[in-house]
């Protein structure tokens, strides 16, 4: 069982200081546009990743005007109750502590307090460019695997290195290919350890977002997900070895899991090209109560879930079963915002389960 | 901070260029100076100034020395058939302390990162090669901080010595000792177990 007891939010994002105390396992929050729903969700989100979900820096965090911010927030995992706080130092120093110990690492955190959320930006995942979708799979593995993480901060730090040498070699006479080859022999072993994580987890993460997509969009519309990387051709040794000219004549590495990508179809054809936006939504949804399902099944409680503005994303009666799924038949942790107050009070009661509406108004 | 006179300024500058040093620690050694002796104050910047001007490397293992040839290096009854190769002269200075090593060293003057323009060329790479052909040690021991790019170094240097009749070794990885194993980070703990050491072996060592 995971859940947040309550947060302080000083000077993140539009907050200059706030608490919250969550006292049921349903949270509602409403208000209008700017009050700062979403950054309530972001602030329990990095609580959970020492990061933001939608902001790539950290000074990005901090309120206009302020220096540094501080998230503190009390949860309690399998009877047992942790303070996580972050802090960001007026310095930009970063510390984020767990029980008033701090962590070296940052990384050993992740997994720690499992957490999904689905965001509007989201669709990205189905619409966008490949790394939103590695990038999804990562989040996912990393949750499930500290060692996955690890492995993929190692690829791409000697990849950026691997890379690095390559744009050298363009303006250099002399190459050392000797590097070169020590650098791509570096990359086997992560690369290999990211390649059958991934392989690992689609193998029963794939049949489970289908059965998902199919229940939410209720109709028998056949959708096909399949795994694409290039070390499905060949061994990555012998691919890297045969791209070597061609990653010096591009100056880039050409081979490796930093390619993958997730190809969705929908009948035969591309579902990027043909979805409706409300298909487009479902899957959406179906990728991350996927992800939901296999952080359940890992941990043996829930993770926590953050459903930022999903009102306007399908209609009533799909919404209602899907809320429905989410909140009735688990016990894990949820956090929905609405700026329609009304209408997200009238949906949870009608859900007949115990919940708590927070109202933000404009500080 | 709003000084009296150019000449403070400018000393004070100088010793805040120095890492660690601020401005307000730069104007305490200052003015502490500025109380000393004339003499004491002549002798700190000969110090200083014979540092620099005299200092070498060594011409063997590009260790810091006074002489061609470092003391180390010179030593008749330290063994020669071991290298010990390192990033930096404060690193033999901690293998030193240790007390335990009683082989020769080699100091790299840094290890390979691309990223921060540091090749095999700016290293001292080329002169343990040619080392090797004419001292033909046994065994090249490697001491380099245990990441990434430590290991690019090592498995470049290793790559060039693969025909040489060479023991090649890398310096333990693990839990250190009189740490706390639920402590330890996973990786490491991991990396332990995998690399896990007979008792035997263990006890004899620490004889």
Redesign the interface.
């Known amino acids: 069982m995971l859940l947040l007891q309550n947060i302080t939010l000083v000077q993140f994002k539009n907050s200059l200081h706030s608490s919250f105390v969550f006292g049921e396992r349903i949270v509602g929050i409403c208000g209008n546009n700017g009050v700062g729903k979403t950054n309530l969700l972001d602030a329990i989100y990095y609580l959970c990743f020492t990061k933001s979900y939608f902001s790539k820096t950290d000074v990005q965090n901090v309120r206009f005007g302020s220096k540094g911010f501080r998230i503190e927030g009390n949860f309690v995992r399998n009877e047992k109750s942790e303070k996580i706080v972050c802090v960001l130092r007026e310095n930009g120093r970063k510390e984020c502590s767990v029980n008033d110990e701090a962590y070296i690492k940052f990384s050993a955190h992740i997994g720690r307090l499992p957490c999904v959320m689905v965001a509007p930006d989201d669709v990205e995942i189905i619409t966008g460019g490949s790394e939103e979708r590695r990038k999804f799979l990562d989040y996912t593995l990393s949750q499930l695997d500290p060692a996955y993480l690890q492995a993929l901060m190692d690829y791409n730090r000697i990849l950026q290195q691997r890379n690095y040498l390559l744009r050298t070699f363009a303006d250099s006479p002399h190459r050392d290919m000797n590097l070169l080859d020590v650098l791509s022999q570096q990359l086997l072993e992560p690369g290999n350890r990211v390649y059958e994580s991934r392989n690992e987890l689609l193998e029963f993460f794939l049949p489970i977002v289908r059965e998902l997509y199919e229940t939410i969009a209720g109709s028998g519309e056949r959708l096909e997900i399949s795994y694409q990387s290039q070390l499905q051709t060949d061994s990555f040794e012998n691919l890297l070895r045969k791209s070597r000219d061609k990653d010096i004549l591009l100056q880039r590495t050409q081979i490796g899991i930093h390619r993958d990508d997730l190809q969705f179809t929908l009948n035969g054809e591309n579902f990027k090209n043909i979805a409706s936006q409300g298909q487009r939504k479902s899957l959406l949804f179906a990728l991350k109560l996927a992800e939901f399902q296999i952080l359940l099944k890992h941990n043996g409680f829930a993770p926590i879930l953050l459903l930022d503005d999903v009102f306007e994303k399908l209609d009533d009666n799909r919404m209602r079963n899907l809320l429905h799924r989410i909140c009735v038949e688990n016990n894990g942790q949820i956090f929905i915002t609405d700026t329609h107050c009304e209408r997200l009070k009238e949906t949870l009661e009608q859900l007949q389960v115990r919940h708590q509406i927070i109202e933000l108004e404009a500080q | 901070m709003i000084f009296s006179s150019t000449i403070l300024e400018n000393a004070v500058n100088e010793f805040a260029r120095l890492p660690g040093i601020g401005k307000k620690t730069a104007l305490r050694l200052v003015l502490h100076l500025i109380k000393q002796s004339p003499a004491e104050v002549q002798q700190f910047t000969e110090a200083i100034d014979r540092m620099k001007k005299e200092i070498r490397f060594c011409s063997r293992c590009n260790n810091i020395s006074d002489t061609e040839v470092c003391n180390i290096c010179s030593d008749r009854s330290r063994k020669s058939e071991t290298i010990c190769v390192v990033e930096s002269l404060r690193d033999v200075i901690a293998i030193e302390s240790t007390q335990q090593y009683n082989g020769l060293y080699h100091v790299l003057g840094g290890i390979?990162?691309?990223?921060d323009g540091i090749?095999?060329?700016q290293l001292n790479i080329d002169s343990l090669l040619r080392r090797i052909k004419e001292e033909k040690p046994e065994e090249l021991i490697f001491a380099l901080s245990p990441n990434?790019?430590g290991?690019?170094t090592i498995?470049?240097i290793q790559?060039?010595l693969q025909d040489k009749p060479l023991r090649i070794t890398t310096i333990a990885r693990g839990i250190a000792f009189g740490g706390e194993l639920e402590y330890a980070?996973?990786?490491t703990l991991?990396r332990s177990i995998s690399n896990r050491q007979p008792v035997d072996n263990y006890m004899s060592n620490n004889k």
């Open positions: 390979i990162s691309p990223l090749g095999p060329d990434i790019q290991d690019t498995y470049y790559k060039k980070d996973e990786m991991a």
